[in-house]
């Protein structure tokens, strides 16, 4: 009954994974897409667009901060990515392997890297807001906020979870060879 | 600091008690709750580890001692 349990939790954690990381990957293309669009509009080429404040006050600000979203984007995509393939091990029955803990080492540096590049948009964001001077520094958009120290607590624990499956997959290497 | 014990090894002598005792690899597998390919990787001497539980039911179906299942040698 416990094990059914489980499963279904696999199952669920699984295809909720597989959904984000499907769901950041096409938005992180969309973010992409739009990359083209704030340059050309800062040239003045797309009327509606070119009038944007924010394009026009720092283009190279606008054109970073939507380039730094596409990579967050891919970034956790590919996150979610590693989630499932550990998530898919433990479904398997095998969690325990030196593949996992080098996954949740890459997931620790790919969170890591998430965070600091939404600092930089933050300070972007400021930046732009500075220029247009129309008070709107606290007018967020995607609610991004520098104190957030829950990611960097989530990073911790991920470094920490590594070198557990790491012991781990070193006890699960002792035990194939007992009799 | 422990010695060094490279070049030193476990025998496993499970093939003379088997003869011993006229009985078969699958018969002492099915006695003891082994599976075959466990007590075939013990009896060619490629385990890491051996439990004492595996050590017991070994000495109880083969009549025997530890020492007897298991000696020390130097190459």
Redesign the interface.
Known sequence: MTESHKDSLLMFGQTVARLLQWGCAIVAGLFLLLVPVVLLASRGVLPGLSESDAISASPISAVAIVGMLALILAALSHFFGKLRAIVASASEGDPFTPENAKRLTQMAWLFLGVKLLTVLIVALRRHLAGLIDQGAAGDSVLGFSLYDLDAFLIVVVLFILARIFRHGADMRD?L???? | MPADDEGASIIVKLDDLLHARRMTLTELADRVG?TLA??S??KTG??????FS?LRAICRELQCQPGDLLIYEED
């Open positions: 002792d194939v060879g007992t009799v | 082994l466990n007590l990787i013990l490629k385990a890491k580890a051996i439990r595996t």
